[in-house]
C-alpha cells in the first residue's frame, strides 16, 4: 500500500515541480554497476550473474539498444526458472 501512495505523490510533485534528468543516465548505470559489483563478491557461483550477462549480450546484438530490455528479463527470467534446480544443488554443495 505504502508503494502505491508514494508512486501516486511521486507523480503528482513530479508534474508539480520542475526536475532535470540531465545526466542521471550516468548515475543509474554507475548504481547497477555497484550493485552487480556487490552481488558478485558476494556470490559463491557467478553462473547465475554470467547467464544475465550472456543473455543481455546476445539480446543486446539482436534486438538493438532501444528495444533489448524486455527480451533480457523474459530471457533471465526463463533461464534461471528453468535452471534454478541445478543452480540450487550447486550452491549447496559449494556451501558444504
Known amino acids: 500500500m505504502y508503494w502505491m501512495i508514494g508512486a501516486g505523490l511521486g507523480n503528482l510533485f513530479g508534474n508539480i515541480i520542475p526536475f532535470d534528468l540531465k545526466g542521471i543516465e550516468f548515475a543509474m548505470t554507475a548504481l547497477f554497476l555497484v550493485i552487480f559489483a556487490e552481488n558478485w563478491a558476494q556470490e559463491k557461483s557467478h553462473e547465475s550473474s554470467l547467464l544475465g550477462l550472456a543473455i543481455a549480450a546476445i539480446s543486446l546484438i539482436v534486438f538493438g539498444?532501444?528495444?533489448?530490455?524486455?527480451?533480457?528479463?523474459?530471457?533471465?527470467?526463463?533461464?534461471?526458472?528453468?535452471?534454478?534446480?541445478?543452480?540450487?544443488?550447486?550452491?549447496?554443495?559449494?556451501?558444504?
Do not use: A, N
Open 65 to 96: 539498444r532501444e528495444y533489448f530490455l524486455l527480451p533480457t528479463l523474459i530471457g533471465i527470467w526463463t533461464v534461471l526458472t528453468f535452471r534454478r534446480p541445478k543452480l540450487s544443488s550447486r550452491l549447496e554443495r559449494i556451501e558444504e
